[in-house]
């Protein structure tokens, strides 16, 4: 078998976060009930005229600039006409020869190296609406409360070599959407999905091969799963002797299978021409310049920040600043407890792990910032050891009660009298004659154990380090 090159190209469509929708004063906020968000414009009755909301145009600016593009200063809508069942107007308005950015790019980190994507362009486009099938009745019923809910399309060079490529892109892209806060990027709820273009060619082959488009991917691991089985079959195909055809392909993600829906279209079928309906989009350098200015801290500059101002490892100011909701998460809780390195390390450890297990982000949690600083100040005050506090904070993930109530309900208090714990030290020296005589004789692992026995009779509780000095007073003596 030959080696094959995979060449990967994404389509991302990202909701824009805006109150309204891109024509007219419609809700976008999901999960309302079907067709209580929609009105004449939205649902394209005849003879409404739309007005572009200008947020659309503000926040797509400050994608635009935040992956390198050119912000263009003359830009226009058109018309992309197709029929089907969620498009009202049977047009979907959309940019096409002179979308509002064009030409940036973005740089992924994958398994420690540095690669640059390039992005060949980003414009605006009004979402569909939702098509829902019944499968008991066999009816399909039409939601039209997405219909022109404002869209981004950012469209990937074809640079992108594998799935872990593809996934790091997705990461990277939706950090930045949320630093910027132009949209809430819910993959599970549709509001960041991406299509993934991708064909094979032999390697040394200059000229792309033929490409199939798989639509509307919603999680990181479909978009992995399905280049790792369209990958597999274009080879597969290539091999037998056949030839790839351009197509449309659905993922279905419960099978882990892709399936061939129609030949893909290409741009002459959707008939494009200008909106006559909404006048051209045009900038001027001030407008641009003062997005410019008023773009926060991005993501590379926040964690450059985070190494210097905290002293944090680059591993850790990289894990923290890779979402803005730890970011800020951090923020709060340091601000309080004053121990960055202590609230980096339960960010990045245990708390992670369970928002994993559970599949939440960390703003879906139980446990607040303040939540997490007051335990961090329980253990720097040695009223808790940091073995309880392990505890404490599962009980605090699952409750969402606070660290003092549940030191002092379980009565996990480290116990820091000297006095009772010599009782204790004294007891276990006693019990383990062997135990002394082997850390007498050289082996100081005997010291471990004899420490274990105290912390078992304490549950824990007792304060380490005087377990120690006691521990070595007594048998020293
Ligand atoms: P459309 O999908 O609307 O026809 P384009 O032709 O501009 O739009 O391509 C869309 C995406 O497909 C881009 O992300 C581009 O990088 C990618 N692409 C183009 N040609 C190939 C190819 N041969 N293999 C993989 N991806 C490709
Ligand atoms: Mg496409
Ligand atoms: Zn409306």
């Excluded at 509002?100 to 609406?129: F, M, P, Q, S, Y």
Aim: proline share 4%; hydrophobic share 35%; charged share 30%.
């Amino acid at each position: 078998m030959k080696d094959y090159e995979v060449i990967i190209g994404l389509e991302v469509h990202a909701e824009l976060s805006t109150n309204t929708k891109m024509y007219c004063n419609c809700s976008t906020s999901f999960g309302a009930d079907p067709n209580t968000h929609c009105c004449p414009i939205c649902t394209g009755m005849p003879g409404v005229l739309p007005v572009l909301n200008e947020k659309v145009v503000e926040y797509a600016v400050k994608a635009g600039l935040a992956t390198n593009c050119d912000i263009s200063r003359f830009s226009k809508q058109d018309r992309k006409n197709y029929f089907y069942p969620d498009l009202p107007k049977a047009y979907q308005t959309s940019q096409y020869d002179l979308p509002l950015c064009l030409g940036g790019h973005l740089d992924i980190n994958v398994n420690g190296e540095k690669k640059r994507i390039g992005i060949t362009r980003i414009h605006i486009e009004e979402d569909a609406g939702k098509l829902i099938h019944d499968a008991y009745t066999g009816d399909t019923l039409v939601d039209m409360n997405r219909c022109a809910v404002p869209l981004i399309e950012i469209v990937s060079e074809p640079d992108i070599r594998n799935a872990d490529e593809a996934v790091a892109y997705m990461q990277t892209l939706k950090s930045i959407l949320e630093y910027l806060n132009v949209c809430d990027c819910k993959m599970q709820e549709g509001s960041l999905r991406c299509d993934v273009n991708l064909s094979v060619r032999p390697v040394g082959q200059k000229e792309f091969g033929t490409r199939t488009e798989t639509k509307n991917l919603n999680s990181f691991k479909a978009i992995h799963n399905l280049i790792e089985f369209e990958t597999n079959r274009q080879i597969k195909v290539i091999e037998e002797g056949g030839k790839i055809k351009q197509e449309t392909i659905r993922w279905d993600d419960a099978k882990g299978i892709g399936y061939a829906m129609r030949a893909k279209e290409d741009a002459h079928d959707y008939r494009y021409f200008p909106e006559p309906d909404l006048a051209p989009i045009v900038l001027s350098d001030e407008y641009v310049n003062n997005i410019k200015d008023n773009l926060p801290e991005m993501p590379h500059i926040k964690k450059e920040r985070y190494m210097k101002e905290f002293s944090l490892p680059e591993y850790d100011a990289d894990i923290l600043t890779s979402s803005i909701k730890s970011a800020n998460f951090f923020e709060k809780a340091n601000d309080i407890c004053n121990n960055p390195k202590a609230v980096a390390n339960w960010i990045m450890g245990d708390f992670a792990r369970m928002l994993n297990e559970k599949e939440i982000e960390i703003d879906e949690s139980k446990v607040t910032p303040e939540n997490l600083a007051e335990l961090i100040n329980l253990i720097d005050k040695g009223t808790i050891s940091s073995k309880i506090a392990k505890q404490v904070f599962e009980d605090m993930f699952e409750s969402g009660e606070n660290a003092k109530e549940i030191v002092e309900k379980k009565g996990l208090v480290q116990m820091s009298d000297e006095g009772a714990i010599k009782e204790l030290v004294e007891k276990v020296v006693q019990a383990n004659p062997q135990s002394i005589a082997d850390y007498k004789a050289g082996k100081d692992k005997a010291i471990g154990f004899l420490v274990g026995q105290i912390m078992k009779e304490t549950k824990g509780k007792a304060n380490p380090q005087i377990v120690n000095k006691l521990l070595l007073e007594i048998i020293n003596k």
